[in-house]
């Protein structure tokens, strides 16, 4: 019998082709984001306080990220990684330290479906003034991300096989705690350099086929299991 097996994927520089919030704040943001941006990459503050401080000095709306988001570009190997895992009947979540609506404009766009997103939630004023609010903030103390991805995939079915995929700073924390783990960029460095057991991917068919490889994760149909066989079932 397979395992049943969870897909966690982070979003911006994993799923996207670069990352979304630095685009919108190079294209739409008051000139203060960056002092503010250099107090984070010093460690003065956590990337939490450093979002809730520079998404205010976004301007032009809504309307204006939708402008900026026509030029970003997406992974293309990740719709047709998203249909195999529908069809096999994996879930896949999208767990992100990003923007909410960003994540779900981009994938109505090229006409994704995903199981979940969890990610910080973007708010706008009448007038247009943005902010951003933290509805999975880490309750750890010491903790200064947007999001908690541990508790999240903590919080995942006991006995399933944890996918984590990543690629930066944001993913450091859960590579311990995933099953089978997919790295690149940065996340890949901080692997190789801790020691942290890891594949390393270059686009979603390389995942694909490790989940493959690793699990041997079935590629029929869940509405079509192969007879004597239990399909996957998502959650």
């Not at 249909?83 to 999208?94: F, K």
Request: glycine share 8%; with cysteine.
């Amino acid at each position: 019998m397979n395992p049943r097996v969870e897909v966690y994927c982070d979003f911006d520089g994993t799923v996207t082709q670069g990352d979304t919030i630095d685009l919108l704040l190079e294209q739409l943001g008051d000139t203060g984001w960056r002092e503010i941006e250099k107090r984070w990459e010093a460690g003065e503050i956590g990337s939490r306080e450093c979002m809730a401080l520079q998404v205010p000095l976004l301007r032009g709306g809504w309307r204006a990220i939708e402008t900026v988001l026509s030029k970003v570009k997406v992974d293309p190997t990740f719709a047709e990684f998203a249909s195999w895992c529908r069809q096999t009947g994996i879930p896949l979540r999208i767990v992100s330290d990003g923007i909410d609506r960003v994540i779900h404009f981009l994938l109505a766009r090229e006409g994704v479906r995903v199981d979940y997103v969890w990610a910080n939630h973007l708010n706008e004023s009448p007038d247009g003034e943005l902010s951003l609010t933290f509805p999975y903030a880490p309750t750890i103390a010491g903790c200064s991300s947007g999001l908690c991805k541990c508790k999240i995939i903590d919080n995942g079915p006991a006995r399933a096989v944890k996918v984590v995929v990543g690629d930066g700073r944001s993913d450091f924390c859960w590579s311990t705690e995933a099953d089978l783990l997919f790295a690149k960029s940065r996340l890949l460095q901080h692997c190789r350099s801790n020691n942290i057991a890891h594949i390393p991917f270059d686009n979603f068919r390389t995942v694909r086929a490790g989940l493959e490889k690793e699990l041997g994760v079935l590629t029929h149909p869940v509405h079509a299991p192969v007879a004597g066989v239990a399909a996957i079932v998502p959650a």
